[in-house]
């Protein structure tokens, strides 16, 4: 079916139910950002695939609403859809809720699936469509007509050992137990799937790219338990629960569990999906809180830093070959954006300990550039010769560590409005690796400074500066963030995140430039203690499109330093041409 096929036939369910609207999240059980193959809802109605985004169907309009990073996209996925684009966040696109009161009757019917619906936006919902005699009810309507929907993954689930982890399953269910007595409560529901593979030392491959399992764990004064498809749990992992005195059930026993719980006082995430508090909200007190172990997965300890610094030297290695068999090649030999990504992802998988991609390659080469989280498909992507510029941005998993690197420069010649802007780009990304900062600094305070150069001369890009990065664990991760919006998490040491600001011509090119940073301790003085960003990422920039008169002198040592430190970490794993072109290309400013 067509997404205008898809829609009537909701339309029709819809009439059966009395729903006058219904809202299709981007989400599954556990409100993850990628999505496992069969909980794809959103992207399976609208042809959207973008990562962030929701669809409201009514009974004769449909909207979907998206961020800045797909305006681009979203308006190529959604043609002849039938489905308008509401650009979130710009002055004039009326908030979504607000919208559909606007088109249903003041009596009328939303439904959304509860299981695919975080408690945050439930109950916002409920609060809006309440105040005027709107119903607000949980109908999983796309069960009915999305026939050919996936099941759920058999990959094996197997131990991230300690020697890696750095902190032992038994070590973090304590720290989270006294988190839990801290708060007063007596039980604790983890649903995120990176919270749960965290907790418990484990990993697996349900969804493409993150190394997590679908999952969840429930947690009280004396027991553990992990709820997931327990024939899929290896020999080493069912040790490991052992050992650590987790039971296991299968993940479809988690909701009976819960209804087991009478008179606690349950915390569990706001982000978790209405069905967990539907299930357990009558006999028991429910306790909003932000996941105590979310915290300490963000701030890396020592072991799982090593491990960062570990594969970084490998990840650098092998964009370092990447690059120079891109740049000696584009206009000899035939190539697109797709071949390009899976030539990228072959260089990767020579280095030891790889597992794959950290999230599918964005290779945009002219105008594609532009679209911010471009996806290049193998059939119909764009031809890569040697006469414009390019942007990669792209990682790895590897056993020890997870990579996020963007590199954007010039195959052939390029415009001097191009050299200016990508400098200013690369200008913010530089001050913000300078930046030393006090304690209790949070991301939005230092947004500003990767955006200023840009900010004087009246341009700005539609995404965040800085997202959380994973310890081989999800490529994108909170509680931290550097950008425009409040975020209230302070950046504490051991916080891994990318530094990434960027510039976007519509239909010309895009340009974003991205190393891994983490928080680190720099001094004490008389006025408290002092943050700066340890850099991650070892890869060389491309000179010849810097125009080295906008970078001030300290801005220049840097990146002359930086260079001298990639000729450090990478020469030694290097030989031949590449050494030489390499060894040129770090070469001082």
């Known amino acids: 079916m067509t997404s205008k096929e898809k829609v009537i036939a909701l339309r029709e369910e819809m009439q059966k139910n009395n729903v006058d609207a219904f809202i299709v999240y981007s989400a599954d059980p556990h409100m993850s950002e990628y999505l496992p193959e069969e909980w794809q809802e959103r992207a ?22 998206t961020d800045g ?70 109908l999983p309507l796309l069960k009915e007509i999305w026939k050919e929907r996936g099941t759920p993954s058999k990959n094996p689930i197997f131990v991230h050992p300690v020697e890696r982890a750095g902190k032992s399953v038994t070590d973090k269910l304590s720290a989270i137990r006294q988190k839990m007595e801290d708060q007063g409560a007596t039980v604790h529901v983890i649903s995120s799937l990176d919270d749960v593979a965290w907790t418990l030392n484990l990993r697996g491959s349900d969804v493409e790219s993150n190394p997590v399992f679908l999952g969840y764990i429930v ?27 987790v039971k296991m059930m299968p993940y479809e026993e988690f909701y009976n569990y819960l209804k087991a719980f009478k008179n606690e006082k ?3 995430s706001p982000n978790s999906n209405q069905m967990i508090f539907e299930t357990v909200k009558t006999d028991n007190q429910l306790m909003k809180a932000a996941v105590p172990g979310n915290l300490m997965k963000a701030q890396k300890n020592e072991t799982e830093l090593e491990g960062f610094r570990t594969v970084m030297v490998r990840d650098g290695v092998a964009m370092v070959k990447f690059l120079y068999w891109l740049t000696h090649n584009a206009g000899k030999e035939a190539m697109n954006e797709y071949t390009i990504g899976k030539k990228l992802r072959d260089f990767r998988a020579e280095g030891k300990n790889f597992v794959g991609e950290s999230f599918g390659s964005i290779i945009g080469y002219k105008g594609n550039g ?16 040697n006469d ?24 052939g010649a390029s415009s001097e409005d191009f050299k200016r802007n990508s400098t200013l780009v690369l200008q913010g990304m530089i001050r913000l690796s300078m930046v030393k900062f006090p304690k209790g600094t949070k991301g939005v305070h ?32 909170g509680p931290h963030s550097i950008r425009k919006d409040m975020n209230p998490q302070d950046l504490l040491p051991g916080m891994v995140c990318s530094n990434e600001p960027g510039y976007y011509l519509e239909g010309e090119y895009g340009i974003r430039h991205e190393n891994l940073i983490a928080v680190q301790e720099a001094e004490k003085t008389n006025h408290g203690t002092f943050y700066e960003f340890e850099t991650l990422t070892f890869c060389p920039f491309f000179k010849d499109t810097i125009v080295k008169e906008i970078l001030s002198k300290e801005e220049i040592t840097w990146l002359n330093d930086y260079h001298r430190t990639c000729e450090e ?20 400013l």
């Open 219 to 245: 947690i009280t004064k004396n027991d553990a338990v992990l709820f997931t498809g327990l024939e899929k749990l290896d020999v080493e992992a069912r040790k490991q629960m052992d050992e650590s005195f």
């Open 266 to 268: 349950i915390l569990v």
């Open 388 to 411: 414009a510029t390019i942007l990669v941005d792209s990682g790895g998993q590897y056993l020890e560590g997870t990579t996020d690197i963007t590199r954007t420069f010039a195959l």
């Open 44 to 65: 399976w109605i609208s042809g959207f695939s973008g990562s962030a985004g929701f669809v409201v169907i009514t009974k004769d309009k449909a909207g979907l609403w």
């Open 69 to 138: 990073r797909y305006f681009t996209q979203a308006a190529i996925d959604l043609e002849n859809s039938g489905i308008d684009l509401f650009k979130d966040g710009i002055e004039g696109t009326p908030n979504y809720i607000d919208w559909i009161i606007s088109e249903i009757p003041a009596d009328g019917k939303v439904a959304v699936n509860a299981i695919a619906t975080s408690n945050t936006n439930w109950d916002l919902l409920s609060q809006k469509l309440n105040s005027k005699n709107i119903t607000l009810a949980d």
């Open 370 to 385: 532009a679209i911010i989280h471009y996806s290049a498909k193998s059939e119909g992507s764009k031809e890569v010769t």
């Open 446 to 477: 230092l947004d500003a400074i990767a955006r200023l150069p840009l900010w004087m001369e009246g341009k700005d890009y539609n995404h965040g500066t800085g997202h959380g990065v994973g310890s081989f664990m999800n490529v994108h991760e």
């Open 569 to 588: 970490k990478l020469g030694p794993y290097l030989e031949g041409d590449v050494k030489n072109w390499f060894l040129e290309l770090v070469s001082p």
